[in-house]
């Protein structure tokens, strides 16, 4: 099992550290070549208005639309996230749209640009998750078949639509690696069902 991190812009190292702290092999993932190797992709914090203009320029939008149609697990952390989001409140920017959600940019105030909470998060557990929030967006809309994982001050932080996942904040940044393998497991699930769908169809 290999996983990808896009490595456009963002904190590329500190997700593939800490995909190999859970267990995983990792590479940085720069071009359609390299996304075609991969099992599962990651889409790191950074900065959204860049790294959308920069994912058409790498030719990189079209085939992880493709992959993540075709089953392929995505996550995206904080600017990942609002990148694979359906829309952007505050922004009027084509995004990767593959999960149904509507996000709004550096969302929790100046006061809150940056911190540190006990996140409870069900699906991983009873001991709460160190959440570093980082000039974070929150989510305002969820689909109907949006699972809503996580909330911090009545704002959706965490979601899942079937092989998407989206968190608000940085597990990458900790060493709680709760988040990266709960993703881990859901990249293992698709490769076991890999060609599944098409004879069941
Ligand atoms: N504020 C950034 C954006 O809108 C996201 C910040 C982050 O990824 N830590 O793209």
Same mark, same amino acid.
């Given at each position: 099992?290999?996983?990808?991190?896009?490595?456009?812009?963002?904190?590329?190292?500190?997700?593939?550290?800490?995909?190999?702290?859970?267990?995983?092999?990792?590479?940085?993932?720069?071009?359609?070549?390299?996304?075609?190797?991969?099992?599962?992709?990651?889409?790191?914090?950074?900065?959204?208005?860049?790294?959308?203009?920069?994912?058409?320029?790498?030719?990189?939008?079209?085939?992880?639309?493709?992959?993540?149609?075709?089953?392929?697990?995505?996550?995206?952390?904080?600017?990942?996230?609002?990148?694979?989001?359906?829309?952007?409140?505050?922004?009027?920017?084509?995004?990767?749209?593959?999960?149904?959600?509507?996000?709004?940019?550096?969302? /929790?105030? !100046?006061?809150?640009?940056?911190?540190?909470? +006990?996140?409870? $998060?069900?699906? %991983?557990? =009873?001991?709460?998750?160190?959440?570093? /929030?980082? !000039?974070?967006?929150?989510?305002?809309?969820? +689909?109907?078949? $949006?699972?809503? %994982?996580? =909330?911090?001050?009545?704002?959706?932080?965490?979601? !899942?639509?079937?092989?998407?996942?989206?968190?608000?904040?940085?597990?990458?940044?900790?060493?709680?690696?709760?988040?990266?393998?709960?993703?881990?497991?859901?990249?293992?699930?698709?490769?076991?069902?890999?060609?599944?769908?098409?004879?069941?169809?």
């Amino acid at each position: 099992m290999l996983v990808g991190v896009l490595a456009l812009q963002g904190d590329v190292d500190e997700h593939i550290a800490a995909l190999h702290r859970a267990g995983a092999e990792a590479i940085a993932v720069k071009t359609p070549a390299d996304l075609e190797r991969v099992d599962g992709l990651v889409i790191p914090g950074g900065e959204s208005t860049t790294v959308m203009k920069l994912l058409d320029r790498f030719h990189l939008a079209a085939p992880i639309k493709a992959r993540v149609k075709d089953g392929m697990p995505l996550w995206g952390t904080c600017m990942g996230m609002i990148v694979a989001a359906h829309d952007v409140a505050d922004l009027d920017q084509p995004t990767l749209d593959l999960i149904d959600i509507t996000v709004r940019r550096n969302a /929790f105030g !100046r006061q809150n640009e940056s911190a540190e909470i +006990g996140l409870p $998060v069900a699906a %991983l557990g =009873e001991e709460p998750f160190p959440a570093i /929030f980082i !000039r974070a967006p929150w989510i305002e809309r969820t +689909g109907p078949s $949006v699972e809503l %994982l996580a =909330e911090r001050d009545g704002h959706g932080v965490m979601v !899942r639509q079937r092989d998407v996942l989206g968190t608000s904040f940085h597990p990458e940044l900790t060493s709680d690696a709760r988040v990266h393998a709960y993703f881990l497991k859901m990249v293992a699930e698709a490769k076991k069902n890999v060609g599944k769908t098409s004879t069941a169809a």
